[in-house]
């Protein structure tokens, strides 16, 4: 599965959904997972007073170089994160990380 498969691109970027596993050891990206076709990724902190979602914007961040944010599932596992700028950039730079 590709990073292509999970993401949309839609005015003003991309797209993406994700499942979050806080409370990890390491931080960064766990490949793409099948079976719910969303990107995994991991993250240290909690997932108390929305700091697992803000590295999870973080690390998004960090990875494609734009801006990001969560746009549903803010209190779930499962998120869409909205990635503002070039969408060929960010797929680029998401299948890079994957």
């Known amino acids: 599965m590709d990073v292509r498969d999970v993401s949309r691109r839609v005015d003003g970027?991309?797209?993406i959904d994700v499942i979050v596993s806080p409370n990890s050891?390491?931080?960064g990206t766990d490949g793409t997972d099948e079976w719910r076709r969303c990107l995994s990724l991991r993250v240290r902190s909690p997932p108390a007073d929305g700091k697992a979602n803000k590295e999870v914007e973080e690390l998004v961040r960090n990875i494609t170089g734009c801006a990001?944010?969560?746009i549903r599932?803010?209190?779930d596992r499962r998120k869409v994160v909205m990635?503002?700028?070039?969408?060929?950039?960010?797929?680029?730079?998401?299948e890079?990380?994957?």
């Open 13 to 15: 970027g991309v797209e």
């Open 25 to 27: 050891a390491i931080r």
């Open 96 to 98: 890079a990380a994957v």
């Open 73 to 75: 599932g803010r209190t």
């Open 83 to 94: 990635i503002h700028g070039d969408p060929e950039m960010i797929l680029s730079s998401l």
């Open 68 to 70: 990001s944010e969560i």
